[in-house]
């Protein structure tokens, strides 16, 4: 199954290995190519695939389905948007080194990455990122849009709601909800529910601000 990956950036490199590492270990997907609309990525090439050409470009080129590979959250549901209504077909990515129970639901468009942790009874949102290393217990749901970024732990029963970021490091103790669109700063330790775009950081996690985003 031919896929492209929206996205030439350092996330789209990591996804791109994912999809070749699984590739290498008999996985259905064969990433071809990448697609961008940074004319600082035109005509080159990473992992030995070749920038095709910018978004607009992805219903000339063939293949069977695509991965959003764009790591700011607001950024790929936008694009996700458009492409859904284009028909497209998002595919799963999932690093053959990820540990997934076999339980875990995982919607279209997630990207999981290398080292990832999925434990029983979990379930991952549509286009979230479970990036490098990072640990997800059992239980949780994790909506769709989120990004749970490298090195990341979250306890059991965490709700993670969507459109969130849990920044590099975070740790999320047992049974905290946080909300949608919100974020936790890299390193934070969080204690407590956090509310819907509110934005958290520091040991314990604190109130810093409200997440505004332009309209």
């Known amino acids: 199954m031919r896929v492209i990956i929206v996205g030439a950036g350092g996330h789209a490199q990591v996804v791109a290995d994912c999809l070749l590492r699984a ?4 996985g259905k997907f064969i990433p071809i190519g990448f697609v961008d609309d940074n004319p600082e990525f035109s005509d080159k090439s990473f992992l030995s695939l070749q920038v095709l050409g910018a978004l607009a470009d992805l219903a000339s ?3 069977d389905g695509v991965v959003v590979a764009v790591g700011n959250n607001r950024v790929r549901e936008t694009i996700v948007a458009r492409f859904a209504g284009e028909g497209e077909h ?5 690093h053959p080194s990820a540990i997934i129970a076999p339980d875990v639901l995982i919607a279209d468009g997630a990207m999981l990455c290398a ?8 379930v991952i949102g549509a286009h979230v ?10 239980h949780n749901q994790i909506g769709a849009f989120a990004h749970v970024a490298p090195g990341v732990h979250l306890g059991g029963d965490v709700s993670v ?11 999320v103790i047992n049974g905290i909800k946080i909300g949608a669109a919100s974020v936790v700063g890299a390193g934070a330790v969080v204690i ?24």
């Open 61 to 63: 080129i063939p293949h």
């Open 23 to 26: 590739r290498d270990k008999g």
């Open 115 to 122: 080292g990832c942790v999925v434990n029983t009874g979990s």
């Open 129 to 138: 990122i479970v990036n490098t290393a990072s640990s997800i217990d059992h």
């Open 90 to 94: 998002f595919v799963t990515v999932i």
């Open 161 to 171: 709601g969507k459109g969130s970021l849990i920044g590099i490091g975070a740790t």
């Open 192 to 215: 407590r529910d956090v509310e819907d775009y509110e934005m958290v950081a520091g040991v314990p996690a604190r109130h810093l601000g409200i997440v505004r985003h332009e309209t």
